[in-house]
């Protein structure tokens, strides 16, 4: 195997990484916020990724540039969700645990039933666009430049995030976090920023659906096998840790590529699935995790 | 944490233990009789698959819900039965009312296997910890050459040994095979009912609604969580067993994809998690409506029995909380006397 083969592949896995970290970060975000595992998150990454794919197909605009758009209506999706269901999901007296996890995930089936009936099974893509087809040379590495302009996108995003953390709005999620009741007695509308944290969550799985469209095909089940990585992703970095879920997202790409490159493509996923079962084992907590 | 802590551990009286034997024997009764005057293929089938899921919903709710170790993996314990039982009888020749027996043992030991480094890890890491173990071994299976991979195991029907019960092969009868899953629910419930008045149902009551509390009482947390998963592991693999030998023809997407560990705890959550009934009438109440809704709506392909099943969901999780068994007149009253 030629060294340049193997850089390749290894910055394949950085690329790709990157955008398992973001749709993770997502998920982690209103975990972390509310103790909620959201298990509608694949089907919320389909949904921006057909948002993208209908926006370009009648606007003719880039992907890049729909990724505002999109992220807008994945925030309103997002507080949407929460008001309509999470904010019920949590007030019950009974398997709180249990009612969210099936909440969402009847969710799940409910988003990818009406993807199903609108947009029917079959795959799409984004054929044409200012990156697709081109590369970037790196002395015999190629960069295909739609997974190098995502890995851009998505480190900003975390970037952005990071600097969402240390406004205002981010030290009262932090306090919500901590003591969800008694941030009411110093003026914190909690439900209000519960729905903001979740719509925060979903718009950074709207930054990431975009870009993705970019060069993945769109089907309606597209978002199961993401979410399942994501679930991955954010338990190895610990629920609730931004940076957690951007250091497990490359170790998950990483993995996945160079179980491909040296054992077998069709058991890449065994191999992440393998490295994160080995981390759990001395880390219960996944690496970052302190919940 | 909640603020009302839950009381799982209630007292049941003797006279409510008794009651709910004999409606379980009534009911035992009344559904063996019930696909007697039935005879299209395709309502008796639908009536096996339910009772089916009745019984893996209540191996599910023994560990999900009396012990409350959410599962999502309990996919590879039904993979593991029917694979083990359906191998065993076309490279050994061994009859599947053993090979059931067997599945059951080998897929009780894979519970134990998989509680082992997981019964460690709390909440949701747990849960996500055994839909991964659930997804490797699915990848596994898939890929695996020996157990046929991809292309699955076929389950011949042999012309020489004809209508028999050793080997649970019935030519186009339904009626046999209503039995048998009638018995393996019964099974079940009854496991369930008696894990309900034991010394182990109330510890394992306790090891759900507060672990550290339970361990300062001297309650021994992990065997207990390894005896929940063991029994629960055993059935489901008995379960998956009879599948095999039911529809004749396994590969992983039918018998270990993720899909059915969700399908699998379903139906108990909606009925109502660590109670008796609610694996029965979640079940009676689902299967059907998704097989329904499915072959009327679903053919079009475009997922309109998807949203009403999602939909179904959402509504049910959202209204009932406790699960449709809380329906149940004579159950409120008891729950208002303790």
Same mark, same amino acid.
């Given at each position: ?11 394949? @896995? ?21 103790d ?41 999706? =997002? ?71 995502a ?7 975390? @970037? ?35 729905? *903001? =944290?979740?719509?925060?969550g ?9 870009? *993705?469209?970019?060069?993945?095909y ?5 978002g ?53 079962? *080995? ?13 | ?35 007697? %005057? ?26 999900? +819900? ?21 191998? /065993? ?23 134990l296997?998989v ?19 659930? !997804? ?20 011949p &029907?042999?012309?020489?040994?004809? !209508? ?11 009626? %046999? ?5 009638l ?10 009912w008696?894990? !309900? ?6 510890v ?12 300062s ?15 629960? +592991?055993?059935?489901?693999g008995?379960?998956?067993?009879i599948?095999?030998? &039911?529809?004749? &023809? ?14 699998? %705890?379903?139906?108990?959550? /909606?009925? +109502? ?17 998704? !097989?329904?809704?499915?072959? &009327?709506?679903? +053919? ?17 999780a959202?209204?009932? %909380? ?17």
């Amino acid at each position: 195997m030629s060294l340049s083969l193997f850089l390749q592949v290894a910055v394949g @896995g950085l690329l790709m990484g990157l955008i398992y970290a973001l749709v993770a970060a997502g998920l982690s975000l209103i975990f972390g916020l509310m103790d909620v595992v959201n298990f509608a998150h694949g089907e919320l990454l389909m949904l921006a990724m057909y948002a993208t794919f209908v926006l370009w197909q009648f606007s003719g605009l880039d992907p890049l540039l729909l990724i505002p758009a999109v992220s807008l209506l994945l925030f309103g999706a =997002g507080v949407a969700i929460y008001r309509l269901l999470i904010q019920r999901a949590l007030s019950v007296r009974f398997n709180r645990g249990m009612v969210q996890i099936f909440v969402t995930f009847g969710l799940a089936i409910l988003i990818r039933g009406a993807a199903q009936f609108v947009f029917s099974g079959e795959f799409q893509s984004i054929n044409k666009s200012w990156l697709s087809g081109r590369k970037l040379d790196l002395a015999g590495v190629f960069l295909p430049l739609p997974q190098l302009a995502a890995a851009i996108v998505c480190l900003i995003a975390f @970037g952005a995030l990071l600097l969402i953390s240390r406004t205002e709005f981010g030290r009262a999620l932090e306090a919500t976090r901590e003591d969800r009741d008694a941030v009411a007695l110093i003026g914190i509308d909690r439900d209000r920023i519960f729905a *903001l =944290g979740w719509g925060l969550g979903t718009a950074t799985v709207g930054v990431a659906g975009a870009m *993705l469209a970019g060069f993945y095909y769109v089907s309606p089940n597209v978002g199961a096998n993401f979410a399942l990585i994501a679930y991955v992703t954010v338990a190895l970095g610990g629920f609730g840790s931004l940076m957690g879920a951007l250091v497990a997202g490359l170790l998950i790409g990483e993995t996945e590529a160079m179980t491909a490159l040296f054992v077998d493509p069709a058991l890449k996923q065994v191999g992440m699935f393998a490295i994160y079962l *080995l981390v759990l084992m001395f880390r219960p907590r996944g690496l970052f995790g302190t919940m | 944490m909640e603020a009302v802590p839950a009381r799982s551990a209630q007292t049941a009286s003797p006279a409510r233990r008794r009651r709910e034997l004999v409606t379980g024997a009534v009911l035992l009764v009344l559904l063996a009789l019930l696909p007697l %005057p039935i005879h299209d293929t395709y309502t008796r089938n639908l009536i096996i698959i339910t009772i089916l899921f009745a019984g893996l919903a209540q191996a599910w709710n023994i560990l999900g +819900g009396y012990c409350g170790q959410i599962s999502l993996g309990h996919s590879l314990y039904f993979g593991v039965g029917a694979y083990v039982s359906a191998l /065993l009888l076309t490279r050994a020749g061994v009859p599947p009312v053993f090979g059931m027996l067997a599945g059951g043992a080998v897929a009780g030991a894979a519970a134990l296997l998989v509680g082992w480094p997981c019964f460690r890890l709390s909440g949701h890491y747990y849960a996500i910890a055994t839909v991964v173990v659930g !997804e490797i071994f699915y990848l596994l299976f898939l890929n695996w050459d020996f157990i046929g991979g991809a292309t699955g195991v076929n389950i011949p &029907y042999k012309r020489a040994l004809g !209508e028999s019960w050793l080997w649970m092969q019935f030519r186009t009868d339904k009626l %046999p095979f209503h039995m048998i899953v009638l018995g393996f629910a019964a099974l079940a419930w009854l496991v369930a009912w008696l894990i !309900e008045g034991s010394r182990w149902g109330y510890v394992w009551r306790a090891v759900k609604d507060d672990p550290i509390a339970a361990r300062s009482l001297a309650v021994r947390v992990f065997p207990s969580k390894m005896a929940a998963a063991a029994i629960s +592991g055993f059935l489901t693999g008995m379960g998956g067993a009879i599948y095999a030998q &039911y529809v004749g &023809y396994i590969d992983p997407d039918s018998v270990m994809s993720g899909q059915l560990s969700i399908l699998i %705890p379903l139906p108990a959550v /909606l009925g +109502g998690v660590g109670t008796l009934w609610g694996p029965v009438i979640g079940a009676a109440v689902l299967i059907p409506l998704s !097989e329904v809704s499915r072959s &009327y709506l679903g +053919g079009s392909g475009r997922g309109v029995d998807l949203m009403i099943y999602g939909g179904l969901i959402v509504l049910v999780a959202l209204l009932r %909380p406790q699960g449709l068994a809380s329906l149940l007149a004579w159950r409120r009253r008891d729950a208002r006397a303790a």
